[in-house]
């Protein structure tokens, strides 16, 4: 079956730009996660979306946001841009009923580049 | 709140040598994943483990959950440079299920 589909796959934007990243999960997943991946912060978590609900939510500022279809496909918005958002942002989907359905499949990233 | 570590952060071997990563967390978790990510890639499941002192295998990776459920270890025997990457291991956080990683420890081999 397809994998996690990220687009765009790079991304150079100018500060105080925002900025719209997309997600599709894999089918019969239910929950898409986000993660911003630094090389001096490993993997933060974002927020996590389930049945098109915000389920959990990681501590980044109110310019970042994100909202789930009913098809379970994701977008994340980052408004304002600033240089430490460069990042490579992830987004995972999985199954998301249960707690040991938690198994994370891993887009290829899309890597934004603030200038 | 619920945090897991990684130690070390990094780890460079020479090829055939063994590896190890250790993987703590604040809370008992009900299960804990591994994941690797090669250079310029994307993290990818290697595996769960569930069940209080359980241990999985595949190939020269060894995977031990620890008996309080609050720790884990990845070892590798005899490492190649395929092996070259970040590992990272995960829990569930709380009781909903998305995923609190840790910082992941960078493996380097050399040839």
């Known amino acids: 079956k397809a994998g996690v589909t990220q687009t765009p796959r790079y991304l150079i934007k100018t500060r105080g730009q925002q900025v719209t990243l997309s997600c599709s999960p894999i089918s019969g997943h239910r929950s898409v996660s986000w993660y911003q991946q630094t090389p001096g912060q490993g993997l933060q978590f974002l927020f996590e979306y389930f049945s098109e609900t915000q389920r959990n939510k990681g501590n980044f500022p109110g310019r970042f946001s994100g909202r789930q279809f009913s098809n379970s496909r994701s977008e994340m918005n980052v408004s304002t841009l600033e240089l430490g958002d460069s990042a490579l942002y992830l987004c995972?989907?999985?199954?998301?009923?249960?707690?040991?359905?938690?198994?994370?499949?891993f887009g290829q990233g899309t890597r934004l580049t603030v200038v | 709140g619920q945090q897991v570590m990684q130690i070390p952060q990094y780890q460079h071997v020479q090829e055939g040598e063994d590896f190890t990563t250790y993987c703590n967390s604040s809370t008992t978790l009900s299960n804990i994943q591994w994941y690797k990510q090669r250079p310029g890639g994307h993290p990818v499941f290697l595996i769960q483990l569930v069940k209080s002192g359980e241990v999985k295998k595949q190939k020269r990776l060894t995977f031990q959950f620890g008996e309080a459920k609050k720790n884990s270890s990845l070892h590798i025997t005899a490492t190649q440079t395929t092996d070259v990457g970040t590992y990272f291991c995960a829990g569930p956080r709380g009781s909903q299920g998305n995923l609190i990683f840790g910082k992941g420890t960078k493996l380097s081999v050399k040839p």
């Open positions: 995972a989907s999985s199954l998301g009923f249960g707690i040991l359905d938690t198994e994370a499949f």
